[in-house]
T-cell receptor, first 113, second 109 residues
Framework: EAEVAQSPRYKITEKSQAVAFWCDPI?????LYWYRQILGQGPELLVQ????????DSQLPKDRFSAERLKGVDSTLKIQPAELGDSAMYLC???????????FGEGSRLTVL | GIQVEQSPPDLILQEGANSTLRCNFS?????LQWFHQNPWGQLINLFY???GTKQNGRLSATTVATERYSLLYISSSQTTDSGVYFC???????????FGSGTQLTVLP
């Protein structure tokens, strides 16, 4: 069964360092999402791509976060510099064009010390 | 934006019991999904159910779009059902999901 791939699964970094997460969506899914989930809360959207274009990045803290999907397939989410409050699970998802059903990867858990 | 409210926030059951989780929403939806978040943090798709009723083994779900709620039923619960259950939905032209705050289910042996 096709899956959304994410790496790394776990990342520990010190504040002020740079960190990057990678996501490869299900083949053929044109829409890709990055969500952030703080412990005890539901996931919140950071950025949505349609192919290589950003559809919605209104909740992305652009002073330190950036996201790209250069060839419209895999995507990278970067944080520079990391802050203590960035400790969270970063979830990538892709959606089926016909139904809009979202499928999530295993997530990347970030701890900032 | 659309509001999503899940209840109850916490639920503790004995193994073998049945349960009903509720999701209320504030606007018409074009996508509604239920997820189970496992202990490792992955969101597992349970149902894609913007309307109607579906069943998958011990789990079933019903969405009554006109009354703006969805229900997730778990029958004969098992300890492996423990975790957080999320309702998530989208409305209008937006395709991204808005999540509720989840129901933390604990099934005791």
């Amino acid at each position: 069964e096709a899956e959304v791939a994410q790496s790394p699964r776990y990342k520990i970094t010190e504040k002020s360092q740079a960190v990057a997460f990678w996501c490869d969506p299900i083949s053929g899914h044109a829409t890709l999402y990055w969500y952030r989930q703080i412990l005890g809360q539901g996931p919140e959207l950071l950025v949505q791509f349609q192919d290589e274009s950003v559809v919605d990045d209104s909740q992305l803290p652009k002073d330190r976060f950036s996201a790209e999907r250069l060839k419209g397939v895999d995507s990278t989410l970067k944080i520079q510099p990391a802050e203590l409050g960035d400790s969270a699970m970063y979830l990538c998802a892709s959606s089926d064009f016909v139904t809009g059903e979202l499928f999530f990867g295993e997530g990347s858990r970030l701890t900032v010390l | 934006g659309i509001q999503v409210e899940q209840s109850p926030p916490d639920l503790i059951l004995q193994e073998g019991a049945n349960s009903t989780l509720r999701c209320n929403f504030s606007d018409s939806v074009n996508n509604l999904q239920w997820f189970h978040q496992n202990p490792w943090g992955q969101l597992i798709n349970l149902f894609y159910i913007p309307s109607g009723t579906k069943q998958n083994g011990r789990l079933s779900a019903t969405t009554v779009a006109t009354e703006r709620y969805s229900l997730l039923y778990i029958s004969s619960s098992q300890t492996t059902d423990s975790g957080v259950y999320f309702c998530a939905l989208s409305s209008g032209s937006a395709r991204q999901l808005t999540f509720g705050s989840g129901t933390q289910l604990t099934v005791l042996p």
